[in-house]
């Protein structure tokens, strides 16, 4: 996170933006959607070669990546516009909604988000990726059962390949809706799959200190304070661990690099206060 590559192209970019305001919304053109970004869809009901794409579809394909592109960028407004000219090239086109969706939810407009996502679920029942989107759309919402059953909805199919991207949002909205055992069990399965996810293995330290099982924390957030990709967040978790542990030596370390690498950061405020239960 510090040092080479542009800080670790500046802490894999907060931890793609803490997974995307959580969690790593898939987008079919590309890669997962940090809040910008996009994942390689698993459907292939719109698969066509060149040579026998719709004019109307190669249009709307041009525009949408446009699309895809500013909203990486984080340039919204003009990523709304190549949207809307996609679908003006093609109303049925399934991933333009599925963007849609995802602009609106980063306007935290849900009911804009949800008729979008509906609309591509319409056009493409089944998608394990429309299926990831609305989920964390309707935990955004405090839906958690409903959320829920999206999820499960994807992980069910065998042919889903960001199955751990999925069990990182069951698990986080798992916690939003109190039920720590289950979220303890999305989280592990997902860290299964993908143990160097930061984003992963902060909530799962986190969930275990709420649970008091202190060694099992201090493996998790040890692990990734020692890797590329430690940020203040981290360390404040590693501290709270180590000091819950009463590892005042491990304590101290970490401190001494949380103010020498993040001293204007919140959580070395919340040191200096002594806030260790905030």
Aim: aromatic residues 10%; proline residues 3%.
């Amino acid at each position: 996170m510090v040092g080479s590559t542009g800080g670790r192209w500046r802490q894999y970019r907060h931890w793609m933006l803490m997974a995307c305001g959580v969690l790593g919304f898939c987008f079919a053109l590309g890669g997962c959607a940090a809040n910008g970004g996009a994942s390689a869809s698993d459907s292939t009901a719109d698969l066509v070669t060149p040579s026998d794409e719709p004019d109307a579809r190669r249009r709307a394909r041009i525009r949408l990546e446009l699309a895809s592109n500013y909203f990486e960028m984080g340039q919204t407004a003009v990523a709304l516009d190549e949207v809307k000219q996609s679908l003006a090239a093609d109303a049925n086109y399934a991933d333009a909604y599925n963007l849609r969706g995802l602009i609106y939810l980063r306007l935290n407009d849900f009911a804009q988000a949800e008729e979008s996502f509906r609309r591509a679920q319409a056009l493409r029942p089944g998608d394990p990726n429309l299926l990831h989107n609305f989920g964390w759309l309707l935990c955004q919402q405090k839906k958690y059962a409903e959320a829920d059953q999206q999820f499960v909805r994807a992980l069910d199919n065998p042919a889903y390949a960001a199955r751990g991207k999925t069990l990182m949002a069951r698990g986080l909205c798992q916690v939003g809706a109190a039920q720590y055992a289950e979220a303890e069990q999305s989280l592990i399965k997902a860290y299964e799959l993908d143990a160097a996810n930061p984003v992963v293995g902060y909530h799962l330290s986190a969930l275990l200190l709420r649970r008091n099982e202190l060694s099992r924390a201090q493996f998790y957030i040890r692990r990734l304070n020692n890797s590329e990709y430690a940020n203040s967040e981290s360390l404040w978790l590693g501290i709270k661990v180590e000091r819950a542990l009463g590892d005042t030596v491990a304590a101290r370390q970490l401190a001494d690099q949380l103010r020498k690498r993040f001293p204007e950061s919140r959580e070395w405020g919340a040191y200096e206060r002594g806030a260790f239960n905030e």
